[in-house]
């Protein structure tokens, strides 16, 4: 079964938060709680190794990291 990744950060007092869902290989970006889209993840944002098999301790932070980096480069475009 795959799971949803969740990862939130505080921004000059708002919290944003992004959902990766890997079935869809979609991201889910909300902001105070309030969904703002769906976006299709970039092929590229995990690489190869999610379908490698089984994910270590190391492969679950590499994409918690990946997914906050994506959640911070949008954040960054959404208010520019």
Known sequence: MKTIVRTGVHIEG????????????????????????????????????????????ADHRALDAALRAYLMRFIADHDA
């Open 14 to 57: 708002i919290h944003w938060t992004a959902e990766y869902l890997e079935t869809t290989h979609e991201i889910r970006v909300f902001r105070e709680g309030a969904e703002v889209g769906v976006y299709d993840a970039p092929p590229t944002l995990f690489g190869e190794e999610a379908d490698a098999g089984s994910k270590s301790v």
